[in-house]
């Protein structure tokens, strides 16, 4: 017979959430993660910082505080000197050191490319905490991050995005999400996730599926980076977003009607994402006005908790 599953372990792997979640004593729970990245940018220390938030971005999106860190590291040491690996490992210690958490070692491999990241605890109380699980029929959905840098970075390669768009792409992913998740806290959250690889519709989609509910978003009402939409006009893609799209492709539906390239946005591969959250309609126009206060300033209410109906779990209007 399979063996029962331990109680306290209260977020597994069955609704691919972003962290797991174990219950230590009646008022303690640690929350678990891990992920690491290879470099979106050239610099070493912003690449340090960019990997660091993205990875502690976990333990936000389950109501958590982060406590630890494990750097994660494969570094060619015969193909880069070793002062980029210190720039790295420094630039992933400022954000480490933001979130309040602290780094207490880590390890290093060889490797043909260099990647880094973070093994992340965290903590929670076993009753508080987040999931993607939970969304109700007739929640509001609130994001508070804008999405398209996946696309920004495919296209800064050919030096077609401006400094300037590139610059403020770049403050935002190495912006952590500690701020935002705690002015949360004084909000009723009924589920929660990070938008990072699988794109808007990817998390949108194991949202949905954990909380047996479908999604319908907003497209007009989506933050979106300077110039990603002109990047996709431009036929500019990333290599994920077709794999983000058949994840989904099944199970959704576009009502408005967009050009192909626009329509790209919603899986566009995110690294540091931001918050997407399920609360109760009443109180969606205050949390936004709370994060607009916190200086989230690209938060919006980006759609609404619908009934699982026709198949479908997700419907872009």
């Not at 372990?9 to 993660?33: K, M, N, P, S």
């Not at 220390?45 to 990875?55: E, K, P």
């Not at 750097?71 to 015969?78: A, D, G, R, T, W």
């Not at 989506?222 to 996709?232: D, H, T, V």
Request: hydrophobic share 45%; aromatic share 6%; proline share 5%.
């Amino acid at each position: 017979m399979p063996k029962k599953k331990d109680p306290n372990l209260l977020v597994g792997f069955e609704t691919h959430d972003d962290a797991g979640i174990y219950r230590l004593t009646h008022d303690i729970a640690i929350i678990t993660t891990a992920d690491f990245i290879t470099p979106p940018v050239n610099d070493p220390f912003l690449f340090g910082q960019i990997a660091a938030a993205n990875a502690i971005s976990d333990v936000y999106a389950m109501g958590g505080r982060p406590v630890t860190c494990l750097n994660l590291v494969c570094f060619p040491s015969k193909k880069l000197d070793a002062e980029i690996l210190h720039r790295i490992i420094a630039g992933g210690l400022t954000k480490i050191t933001e979130s309040g958490a602290v780094l207490a070692g880590g390890h290093t491999t060889d490797d043909d490319e260099p990647k880094f990241g973070l093994a992340v605890n965290g903590i929670v109380h076993p009753d508080k905490y987040w999931s993607n699980a939970g969304a109700r029929p007739g929640d509001h959905l609130v994001l508070t991050k804008p999405i398209g840098s996946g696309v920004l970075f495919n296209a800064n390669i050919k030096g077609w995005v401006s400094s300037a768009a590139m610059d403020e792409c770049l403050d935002i992913l190495i912006n952590l999400n500690k701020t935002a998740s705690e002015v949360m806290q004084a909000f009723d959250i009924h589920a929660a996730t990070d938008i990072t690889g699988f794109g808007l519709a990817g998390h949108s989609y194991e949202m949905a599926v954990a909380s047996d509910v479908r999604l319908e978003i907003q497209v007009d009402h989506l933050p979106i980076m300077a110039e990603a939409l002109e990047m996709y006009a431009k036929g500019v893609k990333t290599g994920v977003n077709s794999f983000n799209r058949q994840l989904v492709n099944a199970s959704m539906r576009f009502e408005k009607s967009l050009p192909g390239w626009h329509s790209e946005i919603v899986f566009d591969p995110q690294t540091s994402g931001g918050l997407m959250v399920a609360v109760p309609a009443e109180q969606a126009s205050g949390l936004l006005e709370a994060l607009h206060q916190a200086d989230i300033q690209h938060a919006m209410i980006i759609g609404e908790v619908g009934r699982f109906t026709d198949g479908l779990r997700l419907i872009f209007k």
